[in-house]
């Protein structure tokens, strides 16, 4: 008998079955394809290998800027497309050698529930106490005539996988992965294009933000049109209608990127569902006490580092080990790149809606030597406090933005007072000082502007 059976083994499943093994329960891991879930074999990990080699040749263009002469430079997709499947490969074994280290029993298979305390896997029924769904999302391609027939047309599974770089790149979405996908083959050379259907792209993020963010993009190349809505695709054209005038645009690729779905069709008689994900509460229990559902499963917040951590509260809350429930105004949001954005908290549009009484501080990146030293002059940080200086909401514009917000994580999880932060000494120079002198200016006066 299990204490707890996990499906799926993404940045969810894994985690939880570690954790779960760490405080002693017996776990069984069921996954039906490869360890490490969308997260390391379809999204985070290889997305980001794309960006590290994308940008790599975006710098050694730009190289003379740091008076170095690199002539010729050139990119050789293949390699690219080998050294993510490499990192991959090399993660995968790492997550399979973490798993047996703690004496987690993995199933290879599909994993279907019997009842609360059954799970059926390759014919096997595996008798457990508990249960955890994590069993993830997939990529949605909208009801649009022609997208299902088109052979240009890919999610953001196939494209992770290209043989040559389309001259041509549409990308239906301005979401986060859409956008990350502009910024990779936008510094490889292709002609990106965004269609978003809403009169803004990455809508979660604060408006002044993505307004520099949005200029960025293009003064790299990269085309978006907001308000605008794809109706038909035939073949490698996309017909999509803007301020009511019906427009056509010729492409090499299509990407799909307007968001995911979860997988929750074995769970809909089982477990309460709303709205197409599994209705959790704080400590992610279901509608059925034993069975918890954690990750993109349950939509809250579909990325991996939530998964992970709604994948530790909900062993630590099932082994009885009290834990807080995940707080999910503390998330932080990163969209990676050339240039990236991160945020943490309410949006200056949120607080003053809230009505609020509040101060916020923005210092420019050109304000921090080491940036400037580093070659780098555009960005900026804004930080929103309350009248107690209590952080609000923190966002950064900025190369290695997803880097910064983390010191943000730790003071919003502990409730740290902006005058709390700027107790501590900062390195110079380091981009951190970035952060250290918006602290500055929230609780008072910055020193370098
Ligand atoms: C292109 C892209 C880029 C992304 N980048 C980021 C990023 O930078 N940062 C971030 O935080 N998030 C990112 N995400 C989102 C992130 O990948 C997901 O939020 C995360 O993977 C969700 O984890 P999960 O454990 O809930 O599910 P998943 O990672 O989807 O894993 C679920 C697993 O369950 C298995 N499974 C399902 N049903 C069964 C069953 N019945 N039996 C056995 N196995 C089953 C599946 O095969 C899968 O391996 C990205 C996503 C994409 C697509």
């Not at 975006?58 to 800027?65: D, F, G, I, S, V």
């Not at 997988?263 to 992610?284: A, M, P, R, S």
């Amino acid at each position: 008998m299990y204490d707890i059976t996990i499906l799926g083994a993404g940045p969810g499943g894994y985690v939880a079955a570690i954790k779960a093994s760490q405080l002693g329960a017996k776990v069984a891991l069921i996954e039906k394809d490869s360890l490490g879930g969308v997260c390391l074999n379809h999204g985070c990990i290889p997305t980001k290998s794309l960006i590290k080699s994308a940008t790599t040749y975006y710098t050694l263009k730009h190289a003379k800027e740091y008076g170095v002469s690199c002539e010729n430079v050139l990119f050789n997709l293949e390699e690219i497309i080998k050294r993510k499947d490499d990192i991959v490969k090399k993660l995968n074994g790492g997550i399979a050698y973490l798993l047996k280290k703690n004496n987690v029993d993995i199933y290879s298979g599909y994993g279907k529930i019997i009842n609360k305390n059954e799970v059926e896997v390759n014919n096997e029924i595996l008798k457990t106490k508990n249960i955890i769904i994590a069993a993830g999302s997939r990529p949605i391609v909208p009801p649009i005539p022609g997208a299902k027939e088109s052979k240009y047309l890919v999610t953001s599974k196939e494209i992770l996988n290209l043989k040559e770089l389309p001259k041509r790149l549409t990308i239906i979405g301005g979401g986060i992965i859409g956008v990350e996908f502009a910024n990779i083959f936008g510094a490889l050379g292709s002609e990106v294009t965004i269609i978003e259907r809403l009169p803004s792209i990455l809508t979660s993020i604060d408006d002044e933000i993505v307004k520099f963010y949005l200029r960025g993009l293009k003064r790299s190349g990269i085309k978006v049109l907001t308000n605008s809505n794809v109706t038909l695709i035939k073949d490698n054209l996309i017909t999509y209608i803007k301020e009511e005038k019906e427009e056509t645009l010729e492409s090499d690729l299509i990407l799909m990127a307007v968001g995911r779905k979860a997988n929750i069709e074995d769970y809909q008689d089982l477990v309460k569902v709303e709205n197409g994900y599994i209705v959790t509460d704080g400590y992610l229990k279901t509608s059925i006490p034993n069975i918890y559902a954690i990750g993109d499963i349950n939509g809250k917040y579909m990325l991996a580092h939530v998964a992970s951590h709604e994948g530790i509260i909900a062993v630590e809350h099932l082994l009885g080990k009290n834990p807080k429930p995940v707080d999910y105004s503390k998330v932080p949001t990163c969209v990676y790149g050339i240039k990236e954005v991160a945020g943490i908290g309410l949006t200056e549009q949120e607080v003053i809606n809230k009505n609020i009484e509040h101060k916020t501080s923005k210092i420019p990146i050109s304000a921090i030597g080491k940036a400037l030293a580093d070659g780098e002059n555009e960005g900026f940080i804004k930080i929103i406090v309350d009248n107690n200086k209590h952080i609000l909401g923190v966002w950064i514009y900025s190369y290695l933005a997803t880097e910064l917000i983390s010191t943000f994580s730790v003071s919003i999880a502990n409730n740290l007072t902006a005058k709390e932060m700027i107790n501590a000494v900062i390195a110079h120079p380091t981009l951190s000082e970035l952060s250290f002198e918006a602290l500055l200016d929230a609780v008072d006066k910055a020193i370098h502007i």
